[in-house]
């Protein structure tokens, strides 16, 4: 059974930082990539940033030059180190984990975090 557990989110004024922690568990062989998604209420959840096993990375535009994405692959998990924050970041934010392969299984699935909550407001 894989699980991805969230942590970091919270209270922050505009302006402000904080970085989000995502640590997979599990039998896990590989992860071909991680990332992190955000839904806003009454939004449909987006792609904030991803980083592939090469770590290679992609970012939305809103959150480019604010945001940076890393990961510990002998950890399994993924990092997000959140920047010059604004009140349109606030929403859930959700790990993802791509392409996972068990050991012994011969297919890969994907995953996803429960959230955590990240609210920027004064």
């Known amino acids: 059974q894989v699980q991805l557990v969230e942590s970091g989110g919270g209270l922050v004024q505009p302006g402000g930082a904080l970085n989000l922690s995502c640590s997979a568990s599990g039998n896990i062989f590989s992860i071909y990539a991680m990332g992190w998604y955000r839904q806003a209420p009454g939004k449909q959840r987006d792609l904030v940033a991803s980083i592939t096993y090469q770590h290679k990375t992609n970012y939305a535009d809103s959150v480019k030059g604010r945001f940076t994405i890393s990961r510990d692959h002998a950890k399994k998990a993924v990092y997000l180190q959140m920047n010059t924050l604004k009140p349109d970041d606030t929403a859930i934010y959700y790990c993802?984990?791509?392409?996972?392969?068990?050991?012994?299984?011969?297919?890969?699935?994907?995953?996803w975090g429960q959230g955590t909550q990240v609210t920027v407001s004064s």
């Open positions: 993802n984990a791509e392409g996972v392969m068990t050991v012994g299984g011969g297919e890969t699935h994907d995953y």
